[in-house]
């Protein structure tokens, strides 16, 4: 018995001092992330010379470049083919001729808004139909009853009293949202929809929806459909009302769900603007397992600037996010420079377009470079670098917002945790995994276009909804670094065990999305 022991801890005390010496290294890997360094690359992306980064924009371009410049100078391989960036296009309209006129009467141009077009649109139409507040569903339905294909359909904004929709009422998907109404219209073979605003003013201070970028194709086959946005004094108009309190009346079931003769002529035409945004993409390649991937991603864009002359910095958002990755990636190329590369190739990527609906995300996903199917998770990075002051509990210089580590997979959960508890313990919070989240956090960065591919994937946040967000005031001075450098070391360490472990992640759990349309 005596000699069974001993020989035992030949074998136990070799694996105990293997164990300790990587995770030696392992922690000498990842003190080559410093605060100092953060720091430095964030008072670059966020500087006054990047111009807050929009979508697309010179300074976008000059911030894509420093990244490159940077991944260039770690020996990473470019990762799109021979190149850093992966550009997509994008489309802007440019208005040539715009004319409403309802019942004989021109409307100026700046009394109603162009929410959207195809190549152009010139019609007149008879009659309207009017379907309350356009809202179908399984709790409401404005359209029972109705016939509105290839017919102008009138809706009111907003919702009814006592409307309660699954899920979130202030989604832009949502049934009672514009976007919504016009899809449900369009969905049930309408030729146009007109949206009746009591309150029209603040609508028409935005920048009208023509004018905006998108990633859309515009020449994509799709039925003809226009929809514009007037005031309540021309929806009653339209109607032939012998007053304009056309929501007081809506509201007293005094106006009918049904067609009314109406005159209106809808004359507009466009030309279509090009231009292209890019990610930055780069690939630190695998050893025995370099055929899969580990994805860490952060977006680099944010809200540009106002009037050519208010910049809205970003720092927090996502400068802290895109510094991280910076700082990641040189500190797994130092571990391949020192022999102690990772198995799966890890893919190194800044995406843009972020800020106006996940468009630089969504391309990839749509067109990915290396297969989704051999992707083992997206680690994702969006505002980590300050504190959340709405935060009761705990110690705020040590938490992080950890989010969708219960979904996709069953394996994100004891990786991250275990990884944490190894090296770092801070608070990882899951406030954010709550289904009931008002914010719906999980929906609203890069990562969720990753994980309705099927991804697995954890969301790193900060929780920054109030104070400096999407203000011209989230500057750098007001990251905490030190903060800012345990968190993207926390990122480090998972992936470090993602990109090490015998096997890919599973895929074992369906992704729920609740009330997401």
């Known amino acids: 018995m005596r000699l069974k022991i001993i020989a035992l801890a030949f074998i136990v ?44 924009s010179p300074g976008l371009e000059k911030a894509a470049d420093y990244i490159e410049a940077y991944f260039k100078s770690l020996g990473l391989k470019p990762g799109n083919h021979g190149s850093y ?3 997509y296009p994008l489309y802007r309209d440019g208005v040539i001729t715009n004319s409403l006129s309802i019942n004989g009467n021109e409307l100026s141009n700046d009394t109603y808004r162009v929410n959207s077009s195809t190549q152009g649109y010139d019609k007149s139409f008879s009659e309207v139909v009017f379907a309350g507040y356009g809202i179908q569903d399984s709790s ?22 006592g409307y309660k929709p699954k899920g979130n009422a202030n989604s832009f998907f949502s049934p009672g949202s514009a976007f919504g109404k016009m899809r449900k219209a369009g969905e049930l073979g309408a030729a146009g ?3 009746v605003y009591e309150n029209l003013g603040k609508l028409l201070q935005r920048r009208p929806m023509a004018s905006r970028w998108s990633p859309e194709d515009p020449n994509t086959p799709e039925p003809p459909f226009m929809s514009v946005s007037i005031s309540e004094k021309d929806g009653a108009n339209l109607l032939k009302m012998d007053n304009d309190k056309l929501f007081e009346k809506v509201k007293q079931n005094g106006i009918a769900r049904q067609p009314y003769p109406a005159s209106l002529h809808f004359n507009y035409s466009k030309t279509v603007e090009t231009s292209k945004a890019p990610n930055v993409v780069a690939v630190l390649e695998g050893t025995d397992l370099k055929d899969e991937y580990l994805v860490i991603t952060a977006h680099m864009d944010h809200l540009g600037k106002r009037n050519d002359s208010v910049i809205y910095y970003g720092a927090d958002d996502d400068g802290s ?8 990636a040189k500190a797994f190329a130092k571990a391949k420079a020192n022999g102690k590369g990772p198995r799966r190739s890890i893919v190194f990527m800044t995406v843009s377009g972020e800020e106006k609906g996940l468009w630089g995300s969504e391309y990839y996903t749509n067109h990915p470079i290396f297969p989704l199917e051999k992707t083992t998770a997206n680690l994702n990075i969006d505002m980590i670098g300050r504190s959340d002051a709405s935060r009761k509990q705990g110690d705020s210089t040590n938490y992080v917002y950890v989010v969708g580590d219960d979904k996709i997979s069953t394996d994100l959960k004891p990786i991250s945790e275990a990884v ?21 956090i999980y929906f609203r960065s890069d990562h969720f276009n990753f994980a309705s591919k099927g991804v697995p994937i954890i969301f790193y946040y900060d929780g920054m909804l109030g104070a400096d967000y999407h203000k011209p005031t989230d500057t750098p001075d007001k990251i905490n670094y030190e903060l800012l450098k345990k968190r993207a070391q926390l990122v480090f360490y998972t992936a470090w065990e993602m990109a090490n472990r015998n096997e890919m992640l599973k895929r074992d759990l369906k992704l729920e999305i609740p009330g997401r349309f």
Not at 149 to 160: A, E, F, H, Y
Not at 420 to 437: A, I, S, V
């Open 13 to 56: 005390l070799p694996l105990a001092a293997g164990a300790q010496k990587s995770k030696k290294i392992v922690k000498k890997t990842a003190a080559y992330i410093s605060a100092a360094d953060l720091k430095k690359h964030l008072y670059i992306i966020a500087s006054k010379e990047m111009e807050g980064r929009d979508t697309p």
């Open 420 to 440: 944490n508890k190894k090296f770092l313990k801070m608070e990882l919070d899951y406030k954010f995994n709550d289904p009931k989240d008002p914010n719906r």
């Open 193 to 195: 929809l007109v949206i």
């Open 321 to 328: 996010g895109t510094v991280c990755v910076l700082e990641i």
């Open 140 to 161: 409401h339905n404005d359209y029972a009853g109705l016939d509105v294909k290839n017919k102008l359909v009138l809706v009111l904004d907003g919702v009814p009293d």
């Open 85 to 87: 960036k992966q550009y």
